[in-house]
C-alpha cells in the first residue's frame, strides 16, 4: 500500500516510521522540500520526498498538518483525495497558547469531510460523528 503524508512534523516521522516498518511505501510531502528529504533519508523502506503541491501517491492520505493549514491543504488537494482514505490527525488549538479553538462543524474531521469530495473515506479520532 502507499502513503501520502502531508506534513514533516514529529507526527508525521512517528506515522511514516510504522508505516515503512510495516512494509509500506511512503510519500512525505512538505512546504520545504529539503525537510522532506532529509525526513526521508532518516527512515529505512521505500520513502520518498516532495512539496506541497506534488500530486498525491498514495491511496491512504494522512494530513499531518497544523489546523491552521487545512484550509491550504484542501484547496491544493481537494480533488486529489476522491477514492482515498483520509486520515485526519489534526488538533484544533491556538499556535501561540495551544489553547482549544472551537470548530463551527463540531469536529475538524467533519469541517474536513464538508470541503472535499464525498466519494473520500474517511478516519477519524475520538469518534467525532463525519459524512462519508
Known amino acids: 500500500m502507499e502513503i501520502t503524508i502531508i506534513g ?8 511514516a516510521t ?3 516498518a ?6 512525505l510531502l512538505g512546504t520545504e522540500k529539503a525537510k522532506a528529504e532529509a525526513l526521508a533519508q532518516d527512515l ?5 520526498a516532495g512539496e506541497l503541491g ?7 492520505v494522512v494530513l499531518a498538518v497544523w489546523y491552521q493549514a487545512i484550509p491550504d ?7 486529489q483525495l476522491v477514492g482515498k482514505v483520509v486520515v485526519d490527525i489534526t488538533n484544533p488549538v491556538d499556535l501561540d497558547t495551544y489553547a482549544p479553538l472551537a470548530v ?5 474531521a467533519q469541517e474536513i469531510a464538508n ?10 479520532r475520538r469518534g467525532a460523528p463525519v459524512r462519508s
Open 18 to 20: 510504522r508505516a515503512v
Open 104 to 108: 463551527e462543524a463540531g469536529s475538524v
Open 73 to 79: 491543504v484542501l484547496a491544493r488537494y481537494g480533488d
Open 115 to 124: 470541503a472535499v469530495p464525498c466519494s473520500a473515506r474517511w478516519s477519524r
Open 54 to 60: 506534488d500530486p498525491i501517491a498514495g491511496d491512504v
Open 8 to 15: 514533516t512534523g514529529n507526527m508525521a516521522r512517528g506515522i
Open 22 to 27: 510495516g512494509g509500506h511505501d511512503v510519500t
Open 44 to 48: 529505512d523502506g521505500q520513502v520518498r
